[in-house]
């Protein structure tokens, strides 16, 4: 499995990056990680670790399985969380000269599973302030719109707009704190004529990085022959420090920092820095 990214980030890519908020990396990894993935879901959907949070699905019909962390129980994800070419590519897309691995998150929409991923930017749910904040998001098969590819509304990391986190699933009894400061969920669905809205297709090994503040969503898996397996890891870089504002997820919060500290932490080990 490479370490190293197999190709070098073009300047043109990193402005891209910095403009839409959103793109989509091919040609990094070698297929060796995409195995050691997959076989790393099937030990985490047969036997999952604490995160595990499984989506309720509209129709009673299909899985989406989710977790939270699943580096902390099996090595395989470990590993391409902290010694992948992610974290440098990490580094080389924010411009940063250090990396720590916030956490990382399975999406598992099983054929035939009508779960909708709800619209939303991610930095609101996070206890992270700064703008080097991003994700890279992994397919473990082909991806198409019909199996549930993300979009991304392109430039929204520039709005500044801080959305007030939601459950993923109506059904949930978890509600998350209100904040003032934040505002309610526009309906993306009902206005995209309104917004630049992209999806890339992918194949099994291409990344998606998108930026914290990108708006973004995804439809069920429509497909019956195909699963959409997607693991996503969140990084920051030097500008991030801790913040556990109100409508952050608990589940990620990290009881040994306090406001305003620098990420670096056991929790938040760091996994990249310049030279
Ligand atoms: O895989 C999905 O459907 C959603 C992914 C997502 O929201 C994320 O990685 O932040």
Known sequence: ??????????DDEVDAFEQDGVMK?????DDDWVDVLRDAIERDIASPGPGFHGYETED????????FDVRLSDE??????????????AARLMGASKVNLFYDQLFVKEPGTNAPTPWHNDQPYWPVRGSQVMSFWLALDPVTLESGAVEFVRGSHRWDRWFQPESFSKKSAFQYEKNPDYEPMIDVEKSRAE??????????????AFHA???????????????RR?????????????DPRAGTNPGVHNPDLTAGDPMDSAQYPLVWHGA
């Open 213 to 227: 503040m990108t708006l973004h969503g995804s439809g069920g898996n429509t497909r019956s022959d195909r699963r």
């Open 195 to 208: 917004h630049d809205i992209v999806y890339f297709d992918m194949a099994p090994g291409d990344l998606l």
């Open 1 to 10: 499995m490479n370490k190293k990214s197999l190709r070098e980030i073009t």
């Open 230 to 242: 997607g693991f996503a890891v969140r990084y920051t870089g030097d500008d991030a420090v801790y």
């Open 60 to 67: 009673g019909k299909g899985r989406f399985h989710g977790n």
């Open 25 to 29: 990396l091919s040609g990094v990894l």
């Open 76 to 89: 395989g994800f470990r590993k391409y969380c902290e010694e992948s070419p992610l974290p440098a590519l």
